[in-house]
């Protein structure tokens, strides 16, 4: 199994707030961390604009509970999108480590899982899914090494958004079988954090069974953020590394773009 | 499960292997408020999981034993016995716990153990 | 008859149903196209088909009931893996216990096997009832285990150096683990005194490392993890070599792994004590002693044990002795009765009110050396007449070691159990019993 992490706590404008939560997940032994940036897509084209540098938030990173290394911050845009048409890759992109896509209509979800150059589609916490997770679009995710991400925070502040999470999540794993799914906390306080070994065995309410509960806070995320990576990388054809090393001993370890797409995804 | 192992060379020898047949699992959790400084007892504690349990599981859900073998006032520490049965549900239903009495709280596990298991690292 | 159930009727049942129950995986639907129906039918799973039925034992149900004038429920099965998630919900993790009886008079007795083969011990604790104070002998024994070393990253290839080998494996029995390293998490190195190295570690790095390993036993679906085994004693070894040449150099150059490490080193009996080689302590480094820690516990409640029955059929079952002497650590009061609110739990029985127990808990990096001379002691204990009958050593080991008892790999699931723990009776029978949890082998 790879470390932990959790792909979404939520951004804030609060430093103080965002420091604590991220002090809460080192020391509850998460070894990732992404910020989230929620942007409501409207029709009319408006920036998305760069997040700000994560290396503002800490001198030191806090040091990771059990582990002898810091924890590392990410930025994750999410676009919340309720028309496909309005779903539209920008040069913002590029700031941000992780995109993820809430899609709202059954559409969108369609197009997020076919075609959009995404790698997490949301699943909804808030509110019952309002449209069925139909086989061919799932399945196609899976094949695209897109991930799907329940968040838990919901379900921990409010007894009714704890049935639509977890309903939400059983009809996802009817068709995805446990496959490619993350769980992250979209937590807005240090308190709506969890452990990730609770929420593996959280994800066994979620239908997932004890090892993909496991590699759902682990090791699918961490191909989740290769994932991102690749996309930063303009295809995975080219990528600028700082020359650290001599030139040769590097071609062999870069294995051909699509085949290590493929590969990482769990 | 047990199956009587290998009878070695002299007669007191005897070895037997159980699986799974281990009928607790043991918790060391601890009850976080956001705000400090707030005082409660054992009783308080084990209302307060019950309920949980009821939140998340109805009634005949949360209808399963669990001792509250230790309780710390000072640091809210505690440790559970529950039937392996129950752990899950026990488990999931502390991490499912947002607030108590309209205070927002939360419930750190620090480890799941078997009983004769109270380790950590150094 | 042709009573109409409305959809806010429906809605009602539906709610009533589902009270206090998370998993919404569940439909209720309506009588369809015709009029004249009345009954609706509710597919679901099996698992709350079952308190379907019990909730219809409701008042408030059964008041639906009435108004609906409903004559059956129909139910059917959903699909087979929402139940499977149900019973998903009962289990928990495996774990093994595997109980021995032997008298260490005994030829063929594997206690001392079982000892040293199980390399990495964080903490060791010893129970002897009636005993107020643990004679000096016992006392001196645990502090004399053999001091450690906390070395702060060290990189990996040090070890491999020519004059690091003369000092350490080749030297005396020499034991390194590295230090905050998980083994669910990280990559994690291990030095055995057999001379074997062992790196468990993820798949990035071994892809980058380029040594031969196998993936570790307990992936889930796709290896994650992988292990390599370099035997250091080993002629195709021998600096120089060129399979030599080859770790050294995926070690430094390819891979510069570095780590914290926790070693010790037992020394051959006669030679001085060993201490730190100059190819390690030019990193930062602190030598520790294990810490010892004694509490007299007193009017304790107590199992009686019968040496020859070690199934547990007249007197105390393993599982419960374990547990007991497991809340005697914690702390946690037996004085319960059946009917408390808080806790039920209480000592086993048969039993007996112990007036004084002794309680001694060593910790750090301990050799198997160090408690096999501890074991021996405890059995000398016997040897002037005792009020006790029975005393007990629990050992265990590290959460996050590579291995359990010699090469059988260990990995950390939701918890990382191993453990061992004897008990020595005044005849000098014992029984051993070894415990593992989720990713481990059988114990040996």
Same mark, same amino acid.
């Given at each position: ?12 404008? /609060? ?15 998460? +070894? ?8 409501e ?6 920036e ?10 800490f ?11 810091? =924890?590392?911050?990410?930025n ?5 999108v ?15 480590? =992780? ?7 059954e ?5 997020a ?7 997490i589609?949301?699943i ?15 399945? *196609?995710?899976i094949?695209r090494?897109?991930?799907?991400e329940?968040?838990?925070? @919901? ?6 958004m ?6 939400n ?5 009817? &068709? ?7 769980v992250s ?23 997932l069974s004890?090892?993909?509960?496991k ?18 990388? @303009? ?10 090393q ?12 699509s ?6 995804a769990? | 499960m ?6 070695? *060379? ?6 037997l ?12 959790? +601890? ?8 005082r ?11 309920? @949980?349990?009821?939140?998340?599981y109805?009634?005949?859900?949360a ?40 205070e927002?709280?939360?419930v ?11 380790t950590?690292?150094? | 008859?042709?009573?109409h ?7 009602q049942?539906?709610?009533i149903?589902l009270?206090?129950w ?15 129906c009345?009954?609706?039918? =509710? ?26 004038k409903k004559?059956?429920t ?7 893996? &929402?139940?499977?998630?149900f019973?998903e ?6 774990n093994v ?6 008298s ?5 007795? %594997?206690?001392?096997?079982?000892v040293?083969?199980?390399?990495f011990?964080?903490?060791?604790s010893v129970?002897?009832p009636?005993c ?21 990253e060290?990189p ?13 494996v ?7 683990l590295?230090?905050?390293t ?8 291990a ?10 570690v993820?798949?990035?790095t071994?892809?980058?490392l380029?040594?031969?390993?196998r ?9 994650? %993890? ?13 600096p120089?070599?060129k399979r ?12 510069p792994l570095? &780590?914290d ?7 051959v ?5 060993w201490?730190?080689?100059?190819c390690l302590?030019?990193?930062?480094w ?9 509490q ?11 040496? /020859? ?7 105390c ?8 002497l ?8 037996c004085?319960?009765?059946?009917t ?14 112990v007036?004084?127990a002794v309680?001694c808990?060593?910790t ?7 408690i ?33 008892w *010699?090469?059988?790999?260990h ?10 723990s004897f ?7 014992y ?14």
């Amino acid at each position: 199994m790879a470390a932990f992490a959790d792909l979404c706590i939520s951004g804030t404008n /609060d430093k103080k707030r965002l420091q604590s939560i991220i002090e809460t997940a080192a020391h509850l032994g998460y +070894s990732t961390v992404a910020i989230n940036h929620l942007v409501e897509v409207q029709p009319k084209k408006q920036e998305i604009g760069k997040p700000k540098c994560v290396s503002e938030l800490f001198d030191h990173f806090p040091i990771v509970q059990g582990r002898s290394r810091p =924890i590392r911050v990410l930025n994750r845009l999410t676009l919340v999108v309720s028309d496909t048409s309005h779903f539209r890759q920008t040069a913002d992109f590029k700031f941000y480590d =992780i995109i993820a896509i809430y899609p709202k209509t059954e559409k969108v979800f369609h197009a997020a899982c076919m075609s959009c150059d995404v790698d997490i589609i949301c699943i909804a916490a808030t509110e019952k899914q309002p449209f069925h997770f139909k086989r061919p679009p799932v399945f *196609g995710a899976i094949e695209r090494g897109v991930f799907f991400e329940i968040s838990y925070a @919901a379900a921990i502040k409010d007894s009714t958004m704890r049935r639509y999470t977890i309903s939400n999540a059983i009809s996802l794993m009817e &068709t995805c079988k446990g496959k490619n799914v993350i769980v992250s906390s979209g937590a807005e306080k240090p308190l709506e954090l969890r452990g990730p070994y609770d929420i593996a065995n959280l994800g066994l309410l979620f239908g997932l069974s004890e090892g993909d509960a496991k590699a759902a806070v682990s090791a699918n995320c961490r191909a989740a953020l290769l994932h991102g990576e690749t996309r930063k990388t @303009a295809l995975g054809i080219i990528r600028t590394v700082k020359k650290s090393q001599p030139a040769d001993e590097r071609e062999d370890k870069e294995a051909p773009p699509s085949k290590k797409a493929k590969l990482d995804a769990m | 499960m047990s199956d009587p192992g290998a009878v070695g *060379g002299s007669v007191t020898y005897q070895r037997l292997v159980h699986k799974n047949s281990s009928g607790f699992h043991y918790m060391k959790v +601890s009850l976080v408020f956001e705000k400090e400084g707030k005082r409660i007892d054992g009783a308080f504690f084990k209302q307060l999981i019950i309920s @949980a349990l009821r939140n998340v599981y109805g009634e005949i859900g949360a209808a399963f034993p669990f001792d509250v073998l230790k309780f710390e006032e000072k640091s809210l520490t505690a440790v559970l016995r529950v039937y392996n049965s129950g752990l899950v549900k026990l488990w999931s239903a502390l991490t499912l716990l947002g607030s108590y009495q309209n205070e927002t709280c939360a419930v750190r596990v620090v480890q799941v153990l078997l009983p004769y298991q109270y380790t950590g690292g150094p | 008859m042709a009573a109409h159930v409305t959809d806010q009727q429906l809605r009602q049942i539906r709610s009533i149903l589902l009270e206090g129950w998370a998993c919404t995986g569940c439909d209720v639907r309506g009588p369809g196209f015709s009029e004249d129906c009345d009954w609706f039918s =509710i597919r679901c799973g099996n698992e709350l088909r079952k308190r379907i039925l019990l909730k219809s034992l409701s008042p408030q149900i059964s008041a639906v009931k009435n108004n609906v004038k409903k004559k059956r429920t129909v139910i059917c099965p959903f699909s087979s893996q &929402t139940s499977a998630m149900f019973s998903e919900l009962q289990k928990c993790p495996r774990n093994v216990l595997v109980c021995e009886r032997s008298s260490f008079m005994n030829e063929k007795s %594997r206690h001392d096997k079982h000892v040293s083969q199980h390399y990495f011990n964080y903490k060791v604790s010893v129970f002897i009832p009636h005993c107020g104070v643990p004679p000096s002998s016992l006392s001196d024994a645990m502090r004399r285990f053999t001091r450690f070393y906390l070395v702060r990253e060290v990189p990996v290839f040090e070890l491999l150096g020519e004059e690091c080998l003369e000092k350490t494996v080749r030297t005396g029995r020499f034991y390194a683990l590295s230090y905050k390293t998980r083994i669910d998490q990280d990559d994690v190195v291990a030095l055995l005194p057999t001379g074997q190295l062992i790196l468990s570690v993820v798949k990035d790095t071994y892809e980058q490392l380029g040594l031969e390993g196998r993936p570790s036993q307990y992936a889930h679906k796709r290896p994650m %993890r992988y292990v390599v085994v370099i035997d250091l004693t080993d002629k195709s070894m021998a600096p120089g070599s060129k399979r030599y040449d080859r770790v050294l150099w995926a070690l430094r150059e390819k891979v510069p792994l570095k &780590t914290d490490f926790l070693m010790a080193c037992h020394s051959v009996v006669g030679t001085e004590a060993w201490s730190l080689p100059p190819c390690l302590s030019r990193y930062p480094w602190k030598e520790l002693q294990a810490s010892v820690d004694t509490q007299t516990l007193r009017d304790l409640p107590c199992p009686v044990l019968h040496g /020859d029955d070690l199934r547990g059929e007249t007197a105390c079952e393993p599982h419960a002795f374990l547990e007991w002497l497991g809340a005697v650590g914690l702390g946690i009061g037996c004085e319960n009765e059946a009917t408390s609110f808080l806790s039920t739990y209480e000592c086993p029985e048969p039993r007996t009110l112990v007036d004084q127990a002794v309680l001694c808990t060593v910790t750090g990096l301990l050799l198997p050396e160090d408690i096999h001379s501890l074991l021996e002691e405890l059995r000398r204990y016997f040897d002037q007449p005792k009020s006790s009958s029975w005393l007990s050593l629990v050992v265990h080991g590290f959460a996050d070691s590579p291995i359990s008892w *010699g090469m059988a790999e260990h990995g950390f699931h939701k918890g990382g159990e191993n453990f061992y723990s004897f008990v020595l009776f005044k005849n000098q029978d014992y029984w051993l019993h070894m415990g593992t949890g989720a990713n481990d082998g059988c114990p040996p």
